[in-house]
C-alpha cells in the first residue's frame, strides 16, 4: 500500500503559476515512476509528467512541454508539479499517482491503483 497526499491548487489568473505537491508513504520501495494525471468531470484522466523514484527520468504530454515541470525530493518522498503560463483549459483536478509506462498499450497506467485524493486547478481567463 502507498498512500499519498496531495497539496497545492486553488485559483489563478491565465498566465499565473502554481506548484502541486505530493507526499508519498507506505511502501514507497515498490514505485518505479511517479506521475502527474488531470481529469475534468465525465472524462478520463489525462498523463501531464511522470519522473522516475531516483529522480533521473521525466517524461511530459506534449500539451504541457515546456510549461509544467514535474520534480521530486528524494530527502522526503515528495514530488512536485510546477505549472506556469497556466490557461484556463488547464482548469481540471489534478491527480499524482504511482504510475509505470505500459508497452503493450504505450500508455502510463496505474497498476497499483494508488492515487492522491486530487487537487483543483481553476484558471481564470
Known amino acids: 500500500q502507498v498512500d499519498l497526499e496531495q497539496s497545492g491548487g486553488g485559483l489563478v489568473q491565465a498566465g499565473g503559476s502554481l506548484r502541486l505537491s505530493c507526499a508519498a508513504s507506505?511502501?514507497?520501495?515498490?514505485?518505479?515512476?511517479m506521475g502527474w494525471f488531470r481529469q475534468n468531470s465525465g472524462l478520463e484522466r489525462t498523463f501531464l509528467a511522470a519522473?522516475?523514484?531516483?529522480?533521473?527520468?521525466?517524461h511530459y504530454a506534449e500539451i504541457v512541454k515546456g510549461r509544467f515541470t514535474i520534480s521530486k525530493d528524494n530527502t522526503k518522498n515528495m514530488v512536485y508539479l510546477q505549472m506556469n503560463s497556466l490557461k484556463s483549459t488547464d482548469t481540471a483536478a489534478y491527480f499524482c499517482?504511482?504510475?509505470?509506462?505500459?508497452?503493450?498499450?504505450?500508455?502510463?497506467?496505474?497498476?497499483?491503483?494508488?492515487w492522491g485524493q486530487g487537487s483543483r486547478v481553476t484558471v481564470s481567463s
Open positions: 499517482g504511482v504510475i509505470e509506462w505500459d508497452d503493450h498499450t504505450q500508455a502510463w497506467t496505474a497498476p497499483g491503483d494508488f
Open positions: 507506505g511502501r514507497t520501495s515498490i514505485i518505479k515512476y
Open positions: 519522473i522516475s523514484w531516483t529522480g533521473s527520468d521525466t
